[in-house]
């Protein structure tokens, strides 16, 4: 039987407010992040009120899971990403592009009616290793 293993960096934010999760878990050849918000290290705070500013915190946030993970952002396999409005899927849609390169994951893309922080944008990953 596979094992679980419990993926954490500091070069991330750690669970929302102690919620009983981690980062990250890897099974097998498999890593699956936690949804990520555009929460800054340095600030503790969003990284800015724009989906586009959150969007490219949320990018950072990611690749640093899956580095810890021994992956990365161009073995992403599939994504979920929500919006607080999808008016915002264009800014987001700019800014993810730029870091999934040329052969993006699947990808789906939801509305929802909140979320936590007063972010615009969460996205949560699986990638190969």
Known sequence: MTEKDVISTDR???PFQGAPYN???RVGDLVFVAGQLGISLETGELA???VEEQTEQVMRNLAAIL???GSGLDKLAKTT???LD???FGGMNEVYARHVGDRPP???TIGISQLPSGAR???EAIAHV
């Open 12 to 14: 991330a934010p750690g």
């Open 23 to 25: 980062q990250a878990i």
């Open 48 to 50: 800015g009120p724009s």
């Open 67 to 69: 580095d810890a993970a």
């Open 81 to 83: 990403v929500f919006l």
């Open 86 to 88: 999808l008016a915002d």
């Open 106 to 108: 699947a990808r789906s």
């Open 121 to 123: 944008v969460e996205i």
